[in-house]
């Protein structure tokens, strides 16, 4: 991740999650440590990778708080690299970063799809940028992770046939396009026997083979889930079934939008 951030020599980053300290170190060792500065959101974890710098020979700048804040105290910064996902690109962080610097985040939600992001920021709270080949997923941020919940009661509601084949939300990419057309969602099942979960509206959606060949839904609640992801997968197809390089975003205070090959292209809005 530090090749694909396209850090230079004298430049200063900053680095949401500490983690254990290897990814810190490796900065450190590229720019030194009076160029890095790492925030970690637990306490004990950033200790501990306090410490494992320092047997290392690494000093750079640690601080203890909430990542998802930026470092409001260091001053402008030219990249920013995250070692945890979140469902939106935190604003502090577009006011951090200085127009033209980068930032690499990997965007996931609460169906667990990922994608690795790399953007350029334009102004104070813009940045445009696309999503990188591979398969790059984090643990999500804390203050970005869905809410506890209750064991899933799956209810009764309106059935219907399915316009797509379940199990495509069950792949890499598939995945990612359901997550963008449901992000309050959580998802559960495996290959044509899908659950979405939505629980702050109650909304549900689960499938499954149908009788006569193909798949049926079940749907209830306010939000149609499954309606969403149907548009989205056959838009998606319809584009080809681009892998996640085929994707971009921008980002303003007011939206923050995903979309299929250029900003004209189909998207959706990120929950911010």
Excluded: N
Excluded at 98 to 111: F, H, Q
């Amino acid at each position: 991740m530090w090749r694909q951030l396209e850090v230079e020599a004298g430049q200063r980053v900053l680095e949401v999650g500490t983690g254990t300290g290897y990814s810190t170190a490796l900065g450190a060792h590229r720019l030194g440590g009076d160029r890095l500065t790492s925030i970690e959101y637990d306490s004990a974890v950033g200790r501990a990778a306090a410490s494992a710098l320092a047997a290392a020979g690494y000093a750079p700048r640690l601080v203890i708080g909430d990542g998802m804040r930026g470092d409001p105290e260091g001053g402008a910064y030219d990249r920013l690299i995250a070692t945890c996902s979140v469902r939106y690109v935190p604003m502090a962080w577009l006011h951090q970063v200085k127009p033209g610097g980068k930032i690499l985040v990997t965007l996931s939600g609460w169906s667990y799809a990922s994608g690795l992001a790399h953007l350029t920021v334009t102004g104070p709270g813009t940045a445009t940028g696309r999503f990188l080949p591979g398969y790059t997923s984090f643990m999500i941020a804390r203050p970005h992770d869905r809410p506890p919940r209750p064991t899933p009661a799956l209810l009764p509601g309106g059935e219907r046939p399915s316009r797509i084949d379940p199990a495509v939300i069950g792949t890499w990419t598939g995945g990612w396009v359901a997550q963008l057309a449901a992000p309050a969602a959580e998802r559960m099942g495996a290959g044509p026997e899908q659950i979405l979960w939505d629980i702050s509206t109650g909304s549900q959606a689960r499938t499954a083979p149908g009788p006569d060949g193909g798949w049926t839904v079940v749907q209830r609640g306010p939000v149609r889930l499954w309606d969403r992801v149907e548009t989205a997968i056959r838009l998606w197809q319809a584009a080809g079934e681009p892998h996640q390089e085929g994707f971009g975003i921008t980002v303003s205070a007011v939206r923050q939008r995903v979309w299929i090959g250029g900003e004209e292209g189909p998207g959706w809005d990120l929950p911010a």
